[in-house]
């Protein structure tokens, strides 16, 4: 893992316009980016064609255009990345289901919820992005510590500091975000 302290100060430098420190930044997260990545491939189906090192690299070129950030840290780095790797693993999977007749789709079992680093194809992904988007409407803070934690690879300690909320009330977000997208996931299979 990266000095937080080296981090920070290098995105501040990004907001404040030096267009060299996302150079220097690179090399500090770049590991930490991958592993982030490679986590998440581990719900692709076998024989994706996305790898783990095209994801980080995609990841951070679409983090380095973000010219309107205001970088407050190494953990708000890492919850943006989290947007940017979420919607790079749902268009890839909406890309992949489009071209499969039917989309291929299954609902998520209780287990796949309840411990969402189990594997399963990338069409499910498909299910839990729209009812990550449904929780939003209903509960934009818990979808958040969602994507922060799943998506994101941040720690409870991580997510709270991003969202400046106590580790306890991120923890309970997530116990009950877990719940509800079970539920929402097993009514949205029945249809």
């Given at each position: ?135 939003a409407v209903e509960h934009p803070e818990k979808a958040r510590v ?13 997510a709270a500091t991003v969202l400046g909320m106590g580790v306890r ?23």
């Open positions: 893992m990266s000095p937080p302290d080296d981090v920070t100060e290098i995105l501040q430098a990004a907001s404040a316009g030096d267009r060299t420190a996302f150079d220097r930044l690179l090399p500090l997260i770049y590991e930490e980016l991958r592993e982030i990545a490679e986590r998440k491939l581990g719900f692709e189906r076998e024989g994706h064609t996305l790898q783990a090192t095209a994801l980080a690299h995609e990841a951070f070129l679409k983090l380095v255009d973000q010219t309107r950030v205001e970088w407050r840290n190494r953990a708000h780095f890492f919850a943006v990345a989290s947007q940017a790797i979420r919607r790079i693993l749902v268009d890839h999977a909406r890309h992949h289901a489009a071209q499969k007749r039917g989309g291929g789709e299954r609902p998520l079992s209780y287990d796949e919820i309840l411990d969402i680093s189990v594997e399963r194809p990338d069409s499910n992904l498909l299910h839990l992005d729209r009812a990550l988007e449904r929780l969602v994507e922060l934690r799943f998506f994101g690879g941040l720690t409870s300690q991580e009330t991120v923890e309970r977000h997530w116990e009950f975000s877990r719940a509800w997208l079970y539920r929402n996931l097993m009514t949205d299979g029945e249809d």
